[in-house]
């Protein structure tokens, strides 16, 4: 057992190679923007012009907008910033300033694109740019900026734009609720209980719908923890609303859409929908889910990206949404949106991953870049959540757990159980945690439900990935060692991880040990856990270490995720698929009976006496 000190120094050690790996890997790029230090300095020479002015008139929720631009004397770091509300003069900026003046902007944009995109804007000074917009409750202006990111000077601000409704409900996003036959519907909208009364009208096709009534929460800039988030990154995030569907016939698909009804009786309807519910534990039937972490949110429209995301995130989300028919069930298993304290990413990303939240549960995780806050509670110290300490999270996306700031929870969906982790909370033996995840791992009826799937987002198993290779630790400091006996005990089948954003998977291991020599078709006896990390969801890539551990069976530094299949309660298929293409680059097979799950192995049966 190592003793406490050690623990500190290699929790420390960890921090830290964790923070120079993110700041090689980019940062957030409106953090790049001192928007404090921003000076307005309107030139009659200069103008902005955005359309079209109305955006939505058919109903949709997001819209493409022409910018066009003109600048007396144009420069290669000369940038375009959009602004939502678009009055964001000092006006808006909250408190006061003491002495001194104050900044005259005190919210970032939510995203930017350089003038010299535009080919002829160095030569010419006058531009045009493409930008996508979606529907965010406030109407929209641009802005010119001089000086660069770091000194930069507004020069003009273009005429407002809006949508049709900005307040209308958008972006539903189901998840699993804490029963089976439970299916939750969650999204965001602009209207206030005391506007209008939210709801689901829901049913089976061919019978009659029925309304249910959700609830709303919201936050505000006091329930968060820190900067960015409660600063230039505030954005008012409107209202978040949610309703759970109970009853649910075992795979039977419903049809649903979201709706507000306005005080006069008139309703604003959502768009139309439908999900498949989720089979009975135990149901043995074709049961197909996806496992991935740390996408991140993307731009289509080339704006400036965190880490450069466009080509993983898009990429990872694009082929989803093409093979969702084949897909039951996805777990994002944490580092969800890496926002940082912009709260406007949110929004975005709820967008970008519509097509897959929509029309399957998307469970998620917590991660690093969702907790982290010093002195908020989380077991690492750090400031990766940009003050968020997990309020966007928990607010923006239902999950089943019994207390949201705790974020772990068990999900049963047919003949798997799923034991989802917070690593951003402590899990040694002793924490409530700790009892969570044994009474999971212990509660499941092996019979009925033989594929047993524990998830963390931090590494809690095996990784060679650079930063936890160069220690020797290939984990977080201690995970194993209080981890390990329970899975042995419980026999579990794979644990899923996140955080290192490549792919990598073991040999069945126990203590650092392969217990089987095979690596593509497993039968028999359970001997020992696969620990597999699917961090390549869409974030930058992370190197491994140049030593290959004997328990590293396969590793690649590309963007993917993995499938699993169950076909019945003997018989599953494992699949690490790229985002690029949806091809199979590993895979492999499981097939047991259930005396092979309760064969004893080292450390997984108590002692036993002869028969008398």
């Given at each position: 057992m190592?003793g ?5 120094a290699?929790?420390a050690?960890?921090?830290?190679l ?8 980019g ?6 923007i001192?928007?404090?230090r921003?000076r307005v300095?309107?030139d ?8 079209p002015?109305l955006?939505g008139t058919k109903?949709e929720?997001?819209?493409?907008v022409?910018?066009?631009?003109v600048?007396p004397?144009p ?8 602004f ?18 104050g ?5 970032a944009?939510?995203?930017?694109q ?8 160095g030569?010419?000074g006058k ?5 996508q917009?979606?529907?965010?409750r406030?109407?929209f ?5 001089t000086?660069?990111?770091s ?5 003009a601000?273009?005429n407002a734009i809006?949508?049709v409704?900005?307040k209308a409900?958008v972006y539903?996003r ?5 029963s089976?036959?439970e299916m939750t519907v969650?999204?965001?909208?602009g209207?206030?209980i005391?506007e209008a ?14 309304r249910t009534?959700a ?9 968060i923890c ?7 990154g505030?954005?008012d995030?409107g209202f978040?609303h949610?309703a ?6 075992p ?5 649903y859409?979201?709706?507000h009804?306005?005080?006069?009786g008139?309703?604003?309807w959502g ?12 149901q043995?039937s074709?049961?197909r889910v996806v496992?991935?972490g740390?996408m991140g949110?993307?731009e289509r429209?080339?704006?400036?990206e965190?880490?450069?995301?466009q ?8 082929t989803?949404?093409?093979d969702?028919?084949?897909?039951d069930?996805?777990f994002?298993?944490g580092?969800?949106t ?6 406007s990413q ?7 991953v519509?097509?897959i ?8 995780a ?6 982290d806050?010093?002195?908020s ?6 400031t990766?959540?940009?003050?968020e300490?997990g309020v ?9 757990t ?7 929870y068990?999900?049963?969906y047919?003949m ?10 402590d899990?040694r033996?002793g924490?409530e945690?700790?009892k969570f ?7 499941v009826?092996?019979?009925k439900?033989?594929w047993l799937?524990?998830i ?12 936890y ?10 995970s194993r060692?209080?981890l390990?006996?329970l899975?042995?005990?419980?026999r ?5 991880y996140?955080?290192v954003h ?7 291991v126990?203590?650092?040990k392969?217990?089987?020599s095979e690596?593509s078709?497993?039968?028999g006896?359970?001997?020992g856990?696969i620990h597999?990390?699917?961090g390549?969801g ?7 270490t ?7 069976i396969?590793?690649?530094m590309d963007?993917?995720f993995?499938?699993l299949?169950a076909f019945n309660?003997?018989s599953l298929?494992?699949e ?8 199979v680059y590993?895979s492999f097979t499981?097939?047991r009976?259930y005396r092979?799950?309760?064969a004893?192995?080292?450390?997984s049966?108590p002692p036993t006496?002869?028969?008398?």
């Amino acid at each position: 057992m190592l003793g406490p000190q050690v623990v500190a120094a290699r929790l420390a050690g960890v921090l830290l190679l964790a923070a120079a790996a993110a700041g090689h890997g980019g940062v957030q790029p409106l953090s790049r923007i001192a928007i404090h230090r921003a000076r307005v300095a309107l030139d009659a020479s200069a103008a902005v012009r955005a359309s079209p002015a109305l955006l939505g008139t058919k109903g949709e929720d997001t819209a493409w907008v022409s910018v066009d631009f003109v600048a007396p004397h144009p420069s290669g770091d000369d940038w375009i910033g959009i602004f939502s509300p678009s009055n964001f003069n000092s006006s808006t900026c909250p408190g006061s300033h003491g002495s001194g003046p104050g900044p005259v902007i005190c919210s970032a944009p939510i995203k930017y694109q350089f003038a010299n995109y535009s080919s002829d804007y160095g030569k010419s000074g006058k531009g045009t740019l493409k930008f996508q917009l979606i529907n965010q409750r406030q109407d929209f202006s641009f802005a010119l900026f001089t000086g660069g990111l770091s000194n930069p000077k507004l020069i003009a601000v273009s005429n407002a734009i809006t949508f049709v409704n900005p307040k209308a409900p958008v972006y539903p996003r189901l998840a699993q609720g804490k029963s089976w036959n439970e299916m939750t519907v969650t999204w965001t909208s602009g209207y206030d209980i005391t506007e209008a009364y939210p709801f689901v009208e829901w049913g089976m096709k061919w019978r009659p719908a029925v309304r249910t009534a959700a609830g709303t929460v919201t936050f505000d800039r006091e329930s968060i923890c820190g900067e960015p988030a409660r600063s230039v990154g505030w954005r008012d995030p409107g209202f978040i609303h949610t309703a759970f569907l109970t009853d649910l016939w075992p795979n039977k698909e419903y049809y649903y859409k979201i709706g507000h009804m306005l005080p006069d009786g008139n309703v604003t309807w959502g768009k139309v929908s439908s999900f498949r519910a989720p089979p009975y534990p135990g149901q043995k039937s074709l049961q197909r889910v996806v496992i991935f972490g740390d996408m991140g949110k993307a731009e289509r429209d080339g704006s400036n990206e965190y880490s450069n995301y466009q080509p993983g995130s898009l990429n990872t989300t694009d082929t989803l949404i093409k093979d969702l028919d084949n897909i039951d069930i996805v777990f994002h298993i944490g580092d969800i949106t890496y926002a940082n304290g912009y709260i406007s990413q949110w929004d975005q990303f709820t967008q970008q991953v519509e097509g897959i939240t929509s029309r399957v549960p998307y469970m998620i995780a917590s991660g690093n870049h969702e907790r982290d806050w010093p002195n908020s509670g989380s077991f690492f110290n750090g400031t990766d959540s940009g003050g968020e300490c997990g309020v966007l999270a928990e607010t923006m996306y239902y999950t089943p757990t019994e207390n949201r700031a705790n974020y772990w929870y068990s999900a049963d969906y047919g003949m798997f159980r799923f034991c989802v982790v917070d690593s951003e909370h402590d899990w040694r033996e002793g924490t409530e945690q700790y009892k969570f995840i044994e009474n999971c791992l212990a509660t499941v009826d092996r019979k009925k439900q033989p594929w047993l799937i524990f998830i963390a987002h931090r590494v809690l198993g095996y990784s060679s990935g650079f930063f936890y290779g160069i220690d020797g630790a290939f984990a977080e400091p201690t995970s194993r060692q209080s981890l390990q006996k329970l899975w042995q005990k419980y026999r579990v089948d794979m644990a899923f991880y996140g955080h290192v954003h490549n792919y990598e998977r073991t040999c069945p291991v126990y203590e650092e040990k392969c217990t089987s020599s095979e690596k593509s078709h497993y039968s028999g006896t359970m001997t020992g856990t696969i620990h597999v990390v699917v961090g390549g969801g869409g974030s930058h890539l992370s190197n491994f270490t140049t030593e290959v551990p004997a328990w590293s069976i396969y590793r690649e530094m590309d963007y993917g995720f993995v499938k699993l299949t169950a076909f019945n309660y003997s018989s599953l298929l494992f699949e690490y698929k790229r985002s690029s293409d949806g091809k199979v680059y590993d895979s492999f097979t499981v097939n047991r009976e259930y005396r092979d799950v309760l064969a004893c192995v080292k450390d997984s049966c108590p002692p036993t006496i002869p028969a008398t």
